[in-house]
């Protein structure tokens, strides 16, 4: 392995990795700028910019075709920004090996519980995330993933980005 | 799931709609219906067979009593069986996407077929959810067929409860409590079989006259979640509670005009998180409302600083509510 192979979780243990959970959303794209200023200069920082799509239910689409065709999109549209944010990255400074994108698609019920266990797998010391900056009520319906990882987030530094 | 038969012929049909409705009452001139896509097709006296059964379409039902204010809904028709004659409610594939606002908040909310089909298995012998099955029709539309419930809409029933809210509260709502209790754990075993109920509104509980149980009904819609998956039926029963302890919904506008003296002792933090123009803090109205109960209701109010996630967690609050209504009125139920 080199000395820098990002396969090597042992490594993970010792160096700083960053995990970031975007989507495609202004305040995701604040939150890849904020690193990419903050952290470019630290050569040894690693960063793995995670989004994780919810597997919709079936009970959404008339068919599983339409099912299949929405998720086959969000994929691609997904794929897509990943790569923008890794450019902004790279823009700012990173090295093209220090970055990881990672795309999980899922059955999730809580986001929140997706970032963390692949923080858990990754073994990442610091994850990031944006804040929506949603209203109380919004909070009530819909809950709040940033609060979700801020209270529930073990081993491991949690940044939220305003 | 029913299988179909062979095909029902016409004089058969005639047959037995004279054998239920007597030979005058046999329409000259109906449509034998056995795929619903169109469900504007089905009319008045039209028979729809599915699974073998045919089913004599009456009238189309309005919201109140199945799903969007008091706008007839075509895809829910009111229909006699016409092997057993028991009065039927067919509900027809109607995909439809909107948003609900709840609040500020606006929501994307589905309406499944699928998922209500799944909730009929789920809760096939549970005594607070209608009941019903479902059956592909011949294009392979879930068509599903759920059993009438006779009897008055829960809030309505409550609302004729007592002289006034004191009478009311200390003679009728430790009663009321149980029931909604009731309610809250069967929205609970819902949410432990990984399925919402997706449209908690006081209008979709009636009180089966019959069972003498109250039947969450109308359970087609499905949302698109965020981090809390049970949020919006939270807020549902939230609301439902606030209206059962106020014995109706408390207005802001009421007290401006009303009562001044207790309007000016409100807060914003006092009203409905989902409707501004309710007040959620009702101990400030009724002072004899117990903390424990009271707590649970802000919950649900403006200046909460912590949701209910779980229906575990609020039935945990209630159940020291119902005990100090126990305390305060003497009254089991």
């Not at chain 1, 610091?126 to 819909?142: A, L, M, Y």
């Not at chain 2, 089913?55 to 008091?70: H, P």
């Not at chain 2, 606002?101 to 209608?130: Q, Y």
């Not at chain 2, 959620?280 to 649970?296: F, G, H, M």
Request: hydrophobic share 40%.
């Amino acid at each position: 392995m080199s000395e820098h192979d990002f396969g090597d979780l042992r490594r993970r243990d010792t160096e700083r990795h960053l995990l970031a959970a975007v989507d495609e959303s202004d305040n995701s794209r604040r939150t890849v700028m904020f690193l990419a200023d903050f952290f470019s200069d630290s050569q040894n920082v690693f960063v793995t910019l995670l989004s994780i799509i919810p597997e919709p239910s079936g009970d959404f689409f008339p068919t599983e075709v339409e099912r299949r065709q929405w998720l086959a999109e969000k994929e691609a549209a997904m794929r897509n920004t990943l790569a923008g944010y890794k450019e902004i990255l790279i823009d700012a400074g990173f090295q093209d090996g220090r970055i990881e994108t990672r795309l999980s698609i899922r059955p999730c019920t809580s986001i929140g519980d997706a970032i963390l266990e692949e923080q858990e797998k990754l073994r990442c010391c610091i994850v990031v995330v944006g804040r929506r900056g949603i209203s109380h009520s919004e909070e009530f319906v819909f809950g709040s993933t940033s609060s979700k990882i801020l209270h529930h987030a073990k081993h491991c530094a949690v940044m939220v980005v305003e | 799931m029913a299988h179909p038969a062979a095909p029902l012929q016409e004089a058969e049909i005639r047959a037995l709609i004279a054998g239920h409705a007597g030979p005058d009452r046999v329409p000259p001139r109906f449509k034998i219906i056995t795929d619903t896509s169109d469900f504007f097709r089905v009319e008045y006296n039209d028979v729809v067979v599915l699974g073998g059964v045919p089913y004599w379409v009456k009238r189309y039902e309005k919201e109140g009593r199945f799903g969007i204010d008091d706008e007839p809904k075509y895809w829910v028709r009111r229909a006699i069986d016409l092997n057993t004659g028991a009065t039927k409610i067919l509900k027809l594939v109607f995909h439809e996407q909107f948003e609900a606002t709840v609040g500020a908040v606006k929501i994307t909310c589905f309406r499944s077929p699928k998922k209500e089909a799944r909730v009929l298995d789920l809760v096939a012998d549970h005594k607070n959810f209608m009941h019903g099955h479902w059956v592909l029709d011949a294009a392979g539309n879930n068509v599903r067929i759920l059993e009438f419930i006779r009897g008055p809409r829960f809030d309505d029933v409550v609302a004729g409860y007592g002289t006034g809210h004191h009478d009311y509260f200390h003679n009728y709502f430790p009663k009321v409590l149980d029931q909604y209790l009731d309610l809250v754990l069967a929205i609970q075993f819902l949410h432990d079989h990984g399925e919402k109920h997706g449209d908690i509104r006081r209008d979709h509980i009636i009180w089966d006259d019959e069972t003498q149980a109250n039947r969450w009904i109308d359970f087609d819609y499905n949302y698109e979640q965020s981090e809390s998956m049970f949020g919006f039926d939270l807020q549902g029963l939230g609301n439902i509670l606030i209206f059962l302890a106020g014995r109706g919904d408390v207005l802001v506008g009421d007290l401006y005009h009303n009562q001044r003296e207790l309007f000016d002792t409100l807060w914003g933090e006092d009203l409905s998180i989902a409707y501004k123009n309710r007040v959620a803090n009702l101990q400030k109205i009724y002072p004899y409302i117990p903390d424990s109960l009271n707590r649970v209701l802000l919950h649900f109010s403006f200046g909460a600083n912590i949701f209910y996630e779980t229906t575990a967690q609020m039935l945990d609050d209630l159940t020291r509510a119902r005990a100090d209504m126990v305390s305060l009125t003497g009254r089991q139920a």
